[in-house]
């Protein structure tokens, strides 16, 4: 079983024989745990000796009116399934302990790549995620940290952010992990209805079929998205966005597209109350 630590000090502690001879790596997740969760541990796994997991749900990235009370808390569940992959180390610290001061009146993060996409409807979202990642990396100072590919967004800021801070930290990107019939892994999921998880998976269907016509590239990317958000819309998704952009997140031009740039199709869509996020990288076959 792994050891829980509530208090900042205790897991410094523990953490301090480790420093060292051995690396560390840092898994932080708000709970609530499902595979994809469990899969970021094996990965950490293969890149550390030992492996911290952070569960915390942070109150700081949630909007006004978000579901920051309703947002499943399952701590004994998670630990229990914590221990099936070997993680060693639990920090799941009360909200005093991380906000000695809440709202903190320290922010990390702003700028366009904050702006965009998540940002635009949650405008205070990412300055939280800045705000928790960086107090984890100060409190775990973790040689290595795994974030999923399903967050993609996250992912490139936090990347940002290693970089901006100088942060001596290894940041890895995990694949995002899918139910059989290919909807993402979300704690989320479960705020969905059974009809309305039937129709969840329409989302990853409708990313394929949209990497695939923009990789073929025989319409313009405008026609191909206003088609796809009609189909979306019909189907009973109520989208937040659905852009495509290059991997490193700027606009996409034409000349991404004869450039044979990376590029990635990210959605964000209200399905219910649960709202549901995916995104699908695109490989461009010819040139228009
Ligand atoms: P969360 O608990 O939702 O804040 O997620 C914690 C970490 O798990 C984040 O880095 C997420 O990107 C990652 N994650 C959540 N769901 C998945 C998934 N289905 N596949 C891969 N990673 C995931």
């Known amino acids: ?43 950490a796994k293969q890149h550390a000796d030992i492996v911290v997991v952070s569960i915390f749900v942070n109150p700081t990235q949630f909007g006004v009116g978000e579901d920051f009370d309703s947002y499943p808390r399952t701590l004994e569940e998670d630990v229990a399934k914590l221990a099936t992959v070997g993680a060693d180390y639990v920090f799941a610290p009360t909200i005093d302990e991380m906000y000695p001061v ?69 940041i890895i990107g995990a694949p995002i992990v899918r139910a059989t019939d290919g909807l993402a892994l979300s704690s989320r999921n479960q705020y969905l209805s059974e009809s309305e998880r039937k129709t969840a998976p329409i989302l990853q269907q409708e990313l394929q079929y949209l990497a695939k016509q923009i990789g073929d590239n025989q319409q313009p990317l405008d026609m191909l998205l206003v088609a796809a958000r009609e189909r979306m819309t019909s189907a009973g998704f109520i989208i937040d966005y659905l852009e495509v952009k290059t991997a490193e997140l700027t606009a996409v031009g034409d000349e991404s597209i004869n450039n044979h740039q990376d590029l990635v199709i990210l959605v964000a869509a209200w399905l219910g109350r649960a709202r549901l996020l995916d995104n699908q990288l695109v490989k461009i076959n010819k040139i228009r």
């Open 102 to 170: 809440l709202p903190p009146p320290t922010s990390v993060l702003t700028g366009a790549i904050t702006e965009q996409l998540c940002g635009k409807t949650r405008p205070t979202h990412f300055d939280g995620v800045g705000i928790v990642v960086s107090k984890l990396f100060n409190i775990v100072q973790p040689d290595v940290a795994i974030f999923g590919q399903k967050d993609y967004q996250q992912l490139a800021i936090i990347k940002q952010l290693v970089r901006d801070l100088s942060y001596p930290i290894e």
């Open 1 to 43: 079983m792994p050891t829980i630590h509530h208090h900042i000090s205790e897991l410094r502690l523990a953490l301090r024989p480790y420093r060292t001879a051995q690396r560390i790596a840092l898994v932080p997740t708000m709970g609530n745990l499902h595979d994809g969760h469990l899969e970021l541990v094996k990965i």
